[in-house]
Structures are given as structure tokens and as C-alpha cells.
């Protein structure tokens, strides 16, 4: 009696227990990237930067960045976070040069990393929100063959 009754609860210990389930595909959501969206600004001895994103809509964000330098304007950048297909990529387009591609490689709450291996600098790209009103950002890559990092922390402009 004590098999039979063994034997009948062994279809529910394994439906009961967890599987292995293969993984599946990344599958990011440009929608999961709301949280960059908005004004930000950071003030330096120097200069400034700013940064400002349009929240997700149709597959598509669009930033732009900016660094002021002594009172002028020494760089910018067109930026675009695209949804293609189950990839999201981030497009930068420093200065209006053409558009170099970073595919988002991870994804966390309030958190991208977007990667471009064969690019020199920047090879990786870490968006990060802190807060609630600080945006973080870190670029890495080589430059002339060494290792260099570029990292950013905005806060978050009021009422926009």
C-alpha cells in the first residue's frame, strides 16, 4: 500500500519542484528605460553638462548631450535609444558625426549597459539611476591603447 501510494504522489513532488529552464532571449524593452527620461544638469568650477532624454514612445528615445567649457560649448552629442526586433541599442552620434550602435547587453531596475566591442572608446556604456533625482553615467573603452573611463552624475533639472 505504502509503494502504490509512493508511486501515485510522484507526478505531483515533480510538478511541485522547481525545472531547469533553458534561458531565454535577452528580450530588453526600450520601455524599461523610462526612468532616463528628463532634464539633467551638472555644474562644474569650469563649466557645466546637461543632458536631457525624451521618455519611450513608438520604439524610440531621443538625448542630447552637451558640455559647456569656460562659456563655450566644446562638445555635444545626438543620442537615440532604438527597439529593434528583442534588441534595444543605443546610438550615439558625437558632434553629428554618423551614429555608432551600443546593443544593450543587461538590464536591471533603473539600470542599462550597452556595449559596442569592436568600438575603441567608448566600448561600454552604463546608464544608472540613483536616486530619485540623479542620473548616472560611465563610458569606458582604450584610447590610444590605454585603458581610459569618462563618468558623469546629473541631477535631475525641477519641474521638467
Known amino acids: 500500500m505504502r509503494l502504490l501510494l509512493l508511486a ?5 513532488l515533480a510538478a511541485a519542484s522547481p525545472r531547469a529552464v533553458p534561458p531565454s532571449p535577452a528580450g530588453f524593452r526600450i520601455e524599461d528605460l523610462a526612468w532616463m527620461a ?3 544638469k551638472v555644474a562644474r568650477v569650469d563649466g557645466s553638462g546637461e543632458e ?3 521618455a519611450p514612445a513608438g520604439g524610440l528615445m531621443l538625448g542630447l548631450h552637451r558640455e559647456i567649457d569656460r562659456g563655450k560649448a566644446h562638445f555635444f552629442e545626438f543620442l537615440r535609444i532604438e ?6 541599442f543605443y546610438v550615439a552620434q558625437p558632434e553629428g558625426r554618423p ?3 551600443f546593443k544593450q547587453i543587461e538590464g536591471r531596475e533603473n539600470e542599462a549597459l550597452f556595449e559596442n566591442p569592436a568600438h575603441d572608446f567608448p566600448r561600454r556604456i552604463l546608464y544608472r539611476r540613483e536616486l530619485r533625482a540623479t542620473l548616472y553615467a560611465r563610458a569606458e573603452g582604450e584610447e590610444g591603447g590605454k585603458p581610459r573611463v569618462v563618468e558623469y552624475r546629473w541631477t535631475k533639472v ?3
Open 8 to 12: 501515485s504522489a510522484l507526478p505531483l
Open 99 to 101: 551614429g555608432t550602435d
Open 52 to 54: 536631457h532624454w525624451i
Open 38 to 40: 528628463g532634464d539633467w
Open 158 to 160: 525641477s519641474g521638467r
Open 83 to 88: 527597439q529593434r526586433g528583442e534588441d534595444v
